[in-house]
């Protein structure tokens, strides 16, 4: 009986909901801003795209090359980029429309300890902040998980077991 192999999206689909099942849970628990607690995010992420890429290998028996693997790890990586991509654009805007005041408030008080800033300094840039809040956040989701990725996927794809019963000429 032939093995099912578990599509990339699936894998994607259960890591963005396990990341944002997590950032939820920290934001609720107004953990949020606790940088070491946001990296455990992260290595949420590589864990799963390694073991995705690694299960995927298994389930071919290691009929797979280095590139096939990486590009298994990738799709699952864009798939995560959407669905976080997605969910940070209802978080911010439906599910908890107050964190851009919570974080345009962090600013304010950041920006008030320098003391080579006026007042006028502050309220331009942070209301430069609040217009570009959005699309600095969805960037920051797309490139910071976009690279992290693709570091995984190759991670993952160099530790797979491989043994590819073909050449690259054959194909």
Sequence with gaps: ??????????????LGL???TYGIAL???DL??????????????LAGIIWSCIYYAKQMDGNVTFGNV??????????????????????????FPEMIDKIIDIAAKEMEKNKNLNDEQIK???????????????????????????ISSAIGAG???????????EQ
């Design 159 to 169: 530790i797979a077991k491989k043994n590819p019963n073909h050449t690259p000429f």
């Design 27 to 29: 934001y609720l628990m």
């Design 70 to 95: 990486f590009a298994h790890g990738f799709k699952v990586t864009a798939t995560l980029i959407v669905i976080t991509v997605v969910f940070t654009f209802l978080e911010v805007k439906i599910i």
């Design 124 to 150: 331009s840039a942070l209301d430069m902040t609040r217009k570009f809040m959005m699309p600095f956040m969805i960037g920051g989701v797309i490139l910071g998980y976009g690279i992290f990725g693709a």
């Design 32 to 45: 949020w801003q606790n940088k070491s607690l946001g990296y455990v995010s992260y290595v949420i992420v």
């Design 1 to 14: 009986m032939e093995t099912k192999i578990v599509q990339p999206w699936m894998k994607g689909l259960i």
């Design 18 to 20: 396990i990341t944002t």
